[in-house]
């Protein structure tokens, strides 16, 4: 792939992913599970590992010889398609991979082992733990102590806003190791669900989704459960995000393109004033302005898969850039094909109405759009934006 087109294979694999989102996927998103919305939906994961979605999301891990190196091409290429045609399953796909990778970049061979098969068949659920009630954008200053106790830790403490709590099978724990350090002082552990003293419960967003709290009531951990180097966790998950806030990106351009579709078949038809709505000079301009800002931002999400999958350093502006561009964008894309739908595009099950609850949400995490700038003007700052490219 170029950072401005995919190829002949790569577009091949995302219409196929298409199908698979309208045809296998959604039907399951639908379904439900056990009528509790907001519940992890394991049948939806089961169908996406037997399917090989989420094996695309550790190459080499399928035939037990991972590589160790995500592909953030074919994570952006699945997250859009996926979210033209089932958000559910998009969800559901990116919240295995945020927290898998850590494991798969930083864990033991042990670890990647036992875990990463079981998550990539849809059988063993993920989460990223990092955000805490107190530590959400200023993420260094995050609180959870790891207390040495014996040959491991005593965690103690909450973490909040977490995807797939309380429902994970692992999670991927930061917590603190070194008081008083700021990010210096922060390690990254895998935490199996059943640990004693680990709890949590649902919270209820605007838009269903699995996310909840966790408790830490001196859960113990041990030092071969430790993800990288003692202290060295927010590296850890830096190098997550770094991967992950392009595909929010991804995500957010498939929503855009999605409601594009929608505003440009419903225009079509739609007769009023003498002819169809899209023959309307207002319409067909604002139709443009969406179209235009959905692929600069598609372009932009491109351009940062592509410098990461080619090793290139200096990444963090980049990735806040396409993330911050796409997901303004796929907000005012969203409102702009609501407008032109009209009351319609409200009532509870249009495609738009869930997309409206949907788009909200990736302005905030993974970094809310205020932190992508101030990362951006950071890396301004300091040369690295803009700069040629190095892979040294």
Not at 7 to 34: C, I, K, M, N, Y
Not at 82 to 103: I, K, N, R, W
Not at 159 to 188: L, Q
Not at 303 to 317: K, V
């Amino acid at each position: 792939m170029s950072a401005f087109a995919l190829d002949a294979t790569q577009r091949a694999f995302a219409a196929e992913v298409r199908v698979l989102g309208a045809e296998r996927l959604r039907p399951l998103a639908e379904s439900g599970v056990d009528g509790s919305a907001g519940a992890v939906n394991r049948p939806l994961l089961e169908a996406m590992g037997k399917l090989g979605l989420l094996a695309r999301l550790f190459p080499g891990v399928s035939e037990g010889n991972p590589t160790r190196q995500a592909a953030a091409t074919d994570l952006c290429i699945l997250r859009e398609a996926l979210a033209t045609q089932c958000t559910e399953a998009e969800t559901a796909l990116a919240l295995q991979g945020l927290g898998s990778y850590p494991v798969l970049q930083s864990g033991s061979d042990e670890q990647v082992r036992k875990w990463l098969p079981e998550v990539a068949a849809g059988r063993a659920v993920a989460a990223f733990a990092l955000t805490e009630p107190d530590a959400g954008s200023d993420a260094a200053a995050l609180s959870l102590a790891a207390e040495p106790d014996g040959d491991g830790w005593r965690l103690t403490g909450e973490k909040m806003w977490i995807s797939n709590a309380p429902e994970a099978d692992f999670y991927t724990v930061f917590a603190r190791t070194t008081p008083d350090v700021g990010a210096r002082g922060v390690s990254a552990f895998l935490v199996p669900a059943d640990r004693p003293g680990l709890s949590g419960e649902h919270l209820e967003l605007l838009s269903p989704h699995p996310i909840g709290t966790l408790r830490f009531d001196g859960v113990p951990v041990y030092r071969d459960e430790l993800l990288g180097e003692e202290n060295r966790g927010f590296a850890v998950a830096m190098r997550t995000l770094d991967l992950f806030r392009p595909s929010v990106g991804a995500f957010a351009v498939g929503m855009a393109q999605a409601a594009l579709e929608a505003a440009v078949d419903h225009t079509g038809q739609r007769v009023a004033f003498g002819g169809p709505l899209i023959q309307q000079q207002t319409v067909a301009h604002t139709l443009a302005e969406m179209a235009t800002r959905t692929e600069a931002a598609r372009l932009l999400v491109h351009a940062a898969a592509a410098a990461y999958d080619a090793g290139e350093r200096n990444l963090a502006g980049r990735a806040a850039m396409a993330k911050l561009f796409a997901t303004e964008a796929a907000q005012y894309v969203v409102d702009a094909a609501v407008q032109l739908h009209g009351a319609r595009a409200l009532r509870r099950g249009h495609l738009l109405e869930h997309l409206y609850r949907d788009v909200r949400a990736p302005r905030i995490y993974e970094g809310a759009s205020e932190i992508q700038r101030t990362i951006i003007a950071r890396e301004l700052a300091a040369g690295r934006v803009g700069a040629p490219a190095t892979t040294d």
